[in-house]
């Protein structure tokens, strides 16, 4: 009756493992459940390895920390345009090209495009009606189509608020704080805008 048993039991053998301390290339057959090494010089070998990545791990998360509060305005505003033109491009997600007449199902790269550039105007540099969605082409031609944005953005937004943006405003001054705030608004509100908006 308990040679099934027996044969079973003789079966059921453990299966060789792979030593997984560097320059071994061993197998062996566990005598415990986690065991990765075949003894103990290549388990002490495995663990000095394991250490160092792990503090490899430590330093590689702490430099980010740093870099992350050591970032210079320049990089700050750049993620906050980045963050920002992404919104852009979703709130102008039914609208053709700003500057002529691409219309917006048409394929291709879009960008979100400012009428009055960042060099001349510095200070509407992130303000909403001041940036549009436009095709690859006009944007990086944008001297060429600056009359038909004008036309199509008095359309869109009234001829007022147009003369507003070529208006004459106070500088203003981003602080660092001022501008990873302003990057996690747009990235909460791009978030929460496309999950509130109706599946097609």
Request: proline share 5%.
């Amino acid at each position: 009756m308990n040679r099934p048993l027996l044969k079973l039991a003789q079966v059921r053998r453990p299966r060789l493992k792979k030593c997984r301390a560097p320059d071994c290339t061993n197998e062996f057959e566990p005598k415990r459940i986690g065991q990765k090494t075949c003894s103990v010089k290549c388990a002490i070998a495995f663990m000095r390895v394991e250490q160092a990545e792990k503090n490899l791990r430590v330093i590689r998360a702490e430099r980010q920390v740093w870099r992350a509060k050591n970032k210079t305005l320049g990089t700050l505003a750049q993620e906050t345009q980045r963050e920002l033109n992404k919104w852009i491009r979703w709130r102008d997600r039914n609208d053709g090209c700003i500057s002529c007449d691409k219309p917006a199902n048409a394929p291709g790269q879009w960008h979100a495009s400012h009428y009055r550039s960042t060099a001349a105007a510095p200070e509407l540099r992130f303000d909403e009606e001041n940036i549009h969605k436009s095709c690859a082409k006009c944007n990086d031609h944008l001297s060429g189509n600056l009359v038909e944005y004008r036309i199509r953005l008095i359309e869109k937004i009234g001829l007022a608020r147009v003369e507003s943006l070529e208006g004459p405003h106070e500088p203003k001054r981003y602080r660092a704080e001022d501008l990873v705030q302003l990057r996690k608004e747009y990235v909460a509100r791009l978030r929460e805008e496309k999950n509130e908006a109706p599946s097609d």
